[in-house]
DNA sequence: TGGCGTCTTTACTGGCCAAA
DNA sequence: TTTGGCCAGTAAAGACGCCA
């Protein structure tokens, strides 16, 4: 898609790269609705560094010790399971948008930091024969991991073999801070390239899509912000549904789905209503109930709640297991009875041509 | 006037912590 | 144990000033 200003990011985490990689990723292939779920995960799902386990919920409350722990634990057995993978391999199987980017970056970050350290300290000492520190060199770091590099004093890394460690290690912690960047506009991009890869994909679709591109909507007042949405899909003729799509949510993020709702509603010049779903990987049972039964105008504010797992989400609260749930457990098993919550297969299918 | 660089704003996420 | 809300880090987009 085209965009306005000159300054358009070619870099690992913008879009063009995004979209190449899911590109790579999916290839030339058709995907069954009933499997796109397993593509997602493949793309974006993660593995908890601290715990080693796949991330389905926040990390200190998945942490040995706290509820979540467990039910991680159950996750990520039966993932592997879906996936034909043992569980200690997942982690070469999950998450490969994020390895393809990360890999190749953090090591180039570490190499032009020190490059450009070292530069000013030559602009400004040149000719000072005293060696001054430099970034990424930890004490406390480097009191934990030389011991564990220096296996006899013959062995032993110099003093920039041991900066350059440490420096590794430091880019790693960092990379994960970019994850949350890569997860958000990534999961847009790998659900729009599934939409796409449907046997008998929609009539039109599109990511981060400004609503004035959409038929029905029409354009902002000059000087007004350029509204866009995540993810949309249309019929080609009438029916255009506005897709909020949002990995996971917060308090916060959910009045911000109201407000995108309020925007889209100004901003539609046909007299049929639009429709408003919100795809997520969200395993909380109460924000997935307060979402699902959110109103907006005395009416829902959501058509549909799309889950993209809707049997993992089974798993993780146990719904099978007979035992009593809690109130906000027993309330989505509720609302993925009455399909007020579906999954991610059910949506494709509706929304592919014909169906 | 248009190109360019820099700064600011917006939107995305998970982590985290206090209060319920 | 859950819930609500704020924060940090990131990229993209927009705003603005400078200069040829």
Same mark, same amino acid.
């Given at each position: 898609?085209?965009?306005?200003? *000159?300054?358009?990011?070619?870099?690992?985490?913008?879009?063009?790269?995004?979209?190449?990689?899911?590109?790579?990723?999916?290839?030339?292939?058709? &995907?069954?609705?009933?499997?796109?779920?397993?593509?997602?995960?493949?793309?974006?799902?993660?593995? =908890?560094?601290?715990?080693?386990?796949?991330?389905?919920?926040?990390?200190? #409350? *998945?942490?040995?010790?706290? !509820?979540?722990?467990?039910? +991680?634990?159950?996750?990520?057995?039966?993932? +592997?399971?879906?996936?034909?993978?043992?569980?200690?391999?997942?982690?070469?199987?999950?998450?490969?948008?994020?390895?393809?980017?990360?890999?190749?970056?953090?090591?180039?970050?570490?190499?032009?930091?020190?490059?450009?350290?070292?530069?000013?300290?030559?602009?400004?000492?040149?000719?000072?024969?005293?060696?001054?520190?430099? !970034? $990424?060199?930890?004490?406390?770091?480097?009191?934990?991991?030389?011991?564990?590099?220096?296996?006899?004093? *013959?062995?032993?890394?110099?003093?920039? $073999?041991?900066?350059?460690?440490?420096?590794? /290690?430091?880019?790693?912690? +960092?990379?994960?801070?970019?994850?949350?960047?890569?997860?958000?506009?990534?999961?847009?991009?790998?659900?729009?390239?599934?939409?796409?890869?449907?046997?008998?994909?929609?009539?039109?679709?599109?990511?981060?899509?400004?609503?004035?591109?959409?038929?029905?909507?029409?354009?902002?007042?000059?000087?007004?912000?350029?509204?866009?949405?995540?993810?949309?899909?249309?019929?080609?003729?009438?029916?255009? &549904?506005? &897709? +909020?799509? #949002?990995?996971?949510?917060?308090?916060?993020?959910?009045?911000?789905?109201?407000?995108?709702?309020?925007?889209?509603?100004?901003?539609?010049?046909?007299? =049929?209503?639009?429709?408003? /779903?919100?795809?997520?990987?969200?395993? =909380?049972?109460?924000?997935?109930?307060?979402?699902?039964?959110?109103?907006?105008?005395?009416?829902?504010?959501?058509?549909?709640?799309?889950?993209?797992?809707?049997?993992?989400?089974?798993?993780?609260?146990?719904?099978?297991?007979?035992?009593?749930?809690?109130?906000?457990?027993?309330?989505?098993?509720?609302?993925?009875?009455?399909?007020?919550?579906?999954?991610?297969?059910?949506?494709?299918?509706? &929304?592919?041509?014909?169906?």
């Amino acid at each position: 898609m085209a965009r306005s200003n *000159s300054n358009t990011s070619q870099g690992p985490f913008g879009q063009p790269n995004r979209v190449r990689l899911v590109n790579q990723f999916l290839g030339l292939r058709t &995907i069954d609705p009933a499997n796109a779920w397993k593509d997602v995960y493949r793309l974006l799902l993660w593995i =908890d560094t601290r715990t080693g386990i796949a991330h389905c919920y926040e990390s200190d #409350k *998945s942490q040995p010790g706290k !509820p979540w722990y467990p039910r +991680s634990l159950e996750f990520h057995e039966w993932v +592997s399971d879906q996936l034909g993978i043992a569980p200690m391999d997942l982690k070469d199987h999950v998450d490969w948008m994020f390895r393809q980017v990360v890999g190749a970056v953090t090591e180039a970050e570490a190499d032009e930091m020190i490059a450009n350290a070292l530069g000013v300290q030559e602009s400004l000492f040149a000719g000072n024969r005293k060696k001054m520190p430099v !970034p $990424g060199d930890d004490p406390r770091l480097r009191e934990i991991v030389e011991p564990l590099m220096s296996l006899s004093p *013959s062995e032993r890394l110099d003093e920039d $073999g041991i900066n350059s460690v440490l420096r590794k /290690v430091y880019a790693h912690m +960092s990379s994960e801070n970019k994850r949350a960047n890569l997860l958000g506009r990534g999961f847009e991009d790998v659900l729009d390239g599934v939409i796409r890869r449907l046997p008998a994909p929609p009539e039109h679709h599109g990511a981060q899509t400004v609503l004035e591109t959409i038929p029905g909507f029409r354009p902002t007042r000059d000087g007004d912000k350029v509204e866009k949405v995540d993810l949309w899909v249309g019929d080609g003729e009438r029916r255009r &549904i506005m &897709i +909020s799509a #949002k990995w996971s949510v917060r308090a916060d993020r959910e009045k911000q789905m109201a407000t995108d709702f309020q925007t889209y509603n100004q901003m539609n010049d046909w007299r =049929d209503p639009f429709e408003y /779903v919100w795809i997520t990987n969200e395993f =909380d049972p109460a924000r997935l109930v307060t979402n699902a039964t959110n109103t907006q105008n005395n009416s829902l504010l959501f058509d549909k709640v799309v889950h993209i797992c809707p049997a993992a989400l089974g798993v993780v609260h146990r719904f099978g297991d007979g035992a009593r749930l809690g109130r906000n457990p027993a309330r989505l098993q509720e609302l993925l009875a009455e399909q007020r919550i579906i999954g991610l297969d059910a949506f494709l299918r509706d &929304i592919s041509s014909g169906g």
